[in-house]
């Protein structure tokens, strides 16, 4: 018996030391955040698509939070590098707007941007891009159209919320 009662004494401290992921361990950014305002800015007409997913999870000392965004839109052929250019630069103003600090950022408007944050006890990361042309999907809605592409795009956002006490062990 003596074996069963520390094994429950091991489950209870394992879970007393689980942060469960709830909206106060999100930042704002995260339980905000959407492109569909600078994809609405870029439509060449009123055909698209958004596809989104979330997970959660709870980890000894934080929490864990994923969003991903997959659209497909319809956009004039001129405005691929401008489109990645706009929802990157929203981001960082969404994210300056909730007094995060950017620490990391790489990538270009052709290749995709990876951006690396901290906002509260929360640190995140941001995935996007890049483009891809979907010509199947540009046919299949709206014809052939010599000044119009669909692309495709995926935005991935994870972020951790740390207990205090747990800030600098806490990492990945």
Not at 9 to 34: C, D, G, H, N
Not at 96 to 117: F, L, N
Not at 118 to 124: D, E, L, R
């Amino acid at each position: 018996m003596p074996l069963v009662g520390g094994y429950l004494v091991w489950i209870a401290i394992y879970q007393a030391r689980l942060v469960p992921p709830t909206p106060e361990t999100e930042s704002v950014f995260l339980r905000t955040y959407t492109p569909n305002p600078v994809l609405d800015r870029f439509k060449a007409d009123n055909v698209a698509q958004l596809s989104s997913g979330s997970g959660d999870g709870a980890e000894i000392g934080f929490a864990t939070h994923d969003r991903e965004f997959k659209p497909i839109v319809v956009i004039h052929t001129a405005d691929w590098v401008a489109l990645m250019q706009a929802l990157r630069d929203d981001i960082v103003s969404r994210l300056a707007t909730q007094g995060a600090e950017i620490v990391e950022q790489s990538g270009s408007a052709v290749d995709g941007y990876t951006m690396r944050y901290t906002v509260g006890k929360s640190q995140g990361t941001i995935m996007m891009g890049p483009l891809k042309n979907k010509p199947d999907f540009l046919l299949a809605n709206t014809g052939p159209g010599s000044d119009h592409i669909a692309v495709s795009l995926r935005i991935l956002i994870h972020e951790k919320w740390i207990k205090a006490e747990n800030r600098g062990h806490a990492r990945g």
